[in-house]
């Protein structure tokens, strides 16, 4: 695991993208890091469906997330948005 990268114990939902965003810090930069429900329902292999579910998905599957997070950081995989 690469130490550089720091996930802090933060999350929030976003209505409008259907998606759950959470930082990581890289050399103290800021990174927005974005996962969608059709990813989380893969995840957890069930439907998911709004605010709740979607929060609750995430935190069953945080390593899982902050892992694959670090490696598309790592490859410098962002989008125009710098997400």
């Given amino acids: 695991m690469n130490q550089s ?7 929030s939902w976003d209505e409008g ?6 930082p990581a810090q890289q050399s103290g930069a800021l990174i927005e890091c974005v996962v969608g429900v059709d990813k989380l329902a893969e995840l957890v ?27 598309l ?3 410098e995989m962002f989008n125009s948005n710098g997400r």
């Fill in 73 to 75: 950081i790592e490859d």
């Fill in 5 to 11: 990268i720091l996930f802090p114990d933060m999350q």
């Fill in 17 to 22: 993208k259907q998606a759950v965003m959470f």
């Fill in 45 to 71: 292999g069930h439907s998911v469906e709004g605010k709740e579910a979607a929060l609750n998905a995430f935190e069953q599957c945080r390593f899982d997330l902050e892992e694959l997070a670090e490696e």
